[in-house]
């Protein structure tokens, strides 16, 4: 799976090319939920054709993450959309309240983008603005809200059923200190300074609150460290070091390095975590895996 813009071809066949999009079974009942409707939903719309569909009408409920296009892209791809009997419910943030889930998602069937228009989809489709909180979503499933730190509002997901927690960190750059200057900068104002490292610090510790003890923690790891240095501050994403550290001290139990960096070959993506795993072993019972396209993990 990987950020930004699908990247398909022979470099990265073992982990994928594909955008994001998660698929999360529930319980004795298989109840699907989907995170995301990045490219990766046409391989799982193919899928559920062939194992939901033969069983009944497809209802199932998409959390968005966040609205940026390789995390929506999928969506007029989404086979049983064009099926009667499909119900599908959307959930998801948005930035400005003129601006509806409806419009940003349903706007790319629309002829100046896609040969079909909204109107002509055969689903019954329903739109949920989420906001930070927590929802029961029936049958003994939870989910809760978390806002995280990107150019535009995305939520981080926490899924409870029957005591297995399973949260989502994407896509996400850890709080800077929006004061940060040194004494010779112009303008220097060091209690300002003391003031963004200590809200800095709060908005980190509370994500990490969030999830606290999960299962299974699927978390943005788009750079290294020294990527992120040399000029990614500010693009909304985490590093490799933050990922693991903040997981390892909030007990996550696994973490799934997730949204890989696009230029970055299968082969340079387990060089990465390889090293990253050989500096932390004996260091943590967290154990850590590379998000794989159609690999499972059960919690
Ligand atoms: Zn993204
Ligand atoms: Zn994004």
Not at 109 to 132: G, M, T, W
Not at 205 to 230: I, S
Request: aromatic share 12%; glycine share 10%.
């Amino acid at each position: 799976m990987r950020g930004s813009i699908p990247v398909p071809g022979p470099t990265t066949v073992k982990y994928g090319g594909n955008t994001s999009c998660l698929e999360l079974r529930f319980g004795k009942e298989d109840r699907l939920i989907i995170v995301d409707l990045g490219s990766g939903v046409r391989l799982l719309a193919d899928l559920i054709m062939k194992k939901d569909r033969p069983r009944g009408p497809i209802t199932t409920s998409v959390f968005l993450t966040h609205t940026h296009t390789d995390h929506i892209m999928g969506f007029p791809f989404f086979t049983p959309l064009f099926i009667p009997g499909t119900h599908l419910d959307i959930y998801g943030p948005v930035t400005y309240e003129e601006d509806t889930l409806k419009n940003i998602v349903g706007d790319q069937l629309q002829y100046r983008y896609f040969p079909v228009r909204l109107d002509e989809l055969r689903a019954e489709i329903n739109y949920f603005s989420l906001k930070e909180g927590r929802q029961d979503l029936g049958g003994g499933l939870t989910v809760t809200t978390k806002y995280l730190n990107h150019p535009i509002t995305v939520l981080g997901y926490k899924f409870e059923f029957e005591g297995k927690v399973v949260c989502t960190a994407y896509d996400h750059e850890m709080y800077q200190n929006v004061f940060d200057a040194k004494p010779e900068d112009p303008g220097y104002d060091k209690a300002a300074v003391a003031e963004g490292e200590i809200a800095a610090r709060e908005e980190n510790e509370k994500v990490r609150e969030f999830y606290k003890n999960a299962d299974l923690l699927v978390h943005d790891t788009q750079y290294t460290h020294k990527e992120y240095l040399a000029g990614k501050k500010g693009w909304g994403h985490s590093s490799f070091e933050w990922a693991i550290n903040s997981a390892h001290t909030a007990g996550v139990k696994h973490l799934v390095l997730f949204h890989h960096e696009p230029l970055r070959n299968d082969q340079e993506l387990e060089g990465y975590y390889k090293a990253y795993m050989a500096r932390i072993r004996g260091r943590t019972r967290m154990t850590v895996s590379i998000a794989q396209e159609g690999k499972t993990i059960e919690v």
